[in-house]
Each structure stands twice: as C-alpha cells, then as structure tokens.
C-alpha cells in the first residue's frame, strides 16, 4: 500500500472500531482488525463493477452491522461474508482463525447468497420469506445479508439495466419485508426507497422532486 491507501485503510477501520467502542466498550477489537486483514489479503486485486476494490464492500457491509449495534461475531462476519463465496478461502479457514460462531455466521450468509428467488407472484415471495426465516438458525445470519443487500443497493447503479431490476425486484418482495419483520424500520425503509428507484424511477423522482419542494 501507498503511505496515503494505508492512512487511508487505517482511519477507515479505526472508525469502524470506534464505533463497535462506543456501544460495546469491552468489545474484542483485535479481532475486527484481524477479520480486516484478513478480508483485504484475501480479496487483493479484486474489484466492485465500479472499479473500487472490492474491500469497500465488506466495510461498508460491516459498518451498517455496527450502525445496528450487533456484538462482533457479526461485525467479523460482515467483514469476512464474501469470503468463502468469492475466495479461495475454506469455512475451515475461518473456523480456525476466528471461531466456530464467526464460521457459523459466513456459512449462513454464504447458503443464503446461494438461494435464487425467481417469482413475481406475491404468494411465492412469501414463501420465499418464510424458508429463508426457516433456513436460517441465528437471526445474525438475516441481519448480516440485510446489511450486505443494503450496501449492493446503494451501488446498483453500476450493474446493468435488467440486473438492476431483478435486484430491486428480489429486494422489494423478500428483503425489505424481512427488514419489517424484524423490526429494522430504517432498513426497511432505504431497501424499499432503492428499490423505487429502479423498478419506478418515474414515481421515484417525482416523490424525490416534491419532498424536495
């Protein structure tokens, strides 16, 4: 790393540690630092559709964790979701260097990213809600992909135009009710707002334009 990436990589995750302090004051600390190594050496030259590295994702994803004041199992679980998914690295890995819940965590998140929701049909979709509530054992595994699900949305701008659809499609029918279930109503709120934007970008900037007036 250049002098300013590496003040740049610090501050970064400094902050993110400061704020897991600030609710969380006898929070094990060296082990986000560790999970951030750990996330930026594994994914090194890897980059978002963006042209970003691909390392702004899994922060940001840790970041909106810490916003919704979870312990650091998940904060380490954000930082590492992508990579059994998108690595070479084993959920053995993770079991060793970070323990059993952490490697429960990234395996929960990594089946669930597995999961194709293909139905426009609103009884489907509530099926679809039902078997992920169903397939998944901690409600930290559910929290993580919220986060990670609100990260990508902040960032479709960058897929394609049918990509962005499906995405906001599947959001809007299974992850924002999920949201609502679970009681996160700012998440729910952003994932539905984003969701707007690209399934009625019409109404969207419409609403935009008068609540701006």
């Known amino acids: 790393l250049s002098r300013r990436g590496k003040m740049a990589k610090d501050l970064r995750i400094g902050d993110l540690i400061e704020v897991v302090k600030s609710y969380h004051p006898a929070a ?38 810490a916003d919704l004041k979870l312990d650091v199992p998940s904060i380490v679980g954000g930082l590492l979701h992508d990579t059994v998914e998108d690595t070479l690295t084993t959920l053995d890995q993770i079991q060793e260097d ?30 679809f809600r039902k078997m992920v509530l ?24 960058h897929l394609s135009n049918e990509q962005q659809f499906a995405i906001a499609q599947e959001t809007l029918d299974i992850y924002a009710p999920l949201a609502d279930r679970l009681g996160i109503a700012w998440i729910k709120c952003e994932l539905e707002d984003l969701s707007l934007k690209y399934l009625r970008p019409e109404i969207y900037y419409q609403l935009k334009r008068a609540v701006a007036r």
């Open 28 to 65: 094990e600390v060296e082990m986000v630092r560790r999970a951030y190594d750990f996330s930026a050496e594994v994914h090194r030259g890897q980059k978002r559709m963006s042209g970003e590295p691909y390392l702004v994702h899994p922060v940001a994803v840790a970041e909106i964790i």
């Open 98 to 127: 970070f323990g059993k819940d952490v490697a429960a965590l990234v395996d929960g998140v990594t089946k669930l990213s597995r999961v194709n929701f293909t139905s426009r049909e609103e009884k489907q979709s509530e099926n």
């Open 134 to 157: 169903a397939m998944v054992k901690d409600v930290r595994v559910i929290l993580i992909k919220l986060a990670d699900r609100t990260h990508n949305m902040r960032t479709l701008g």
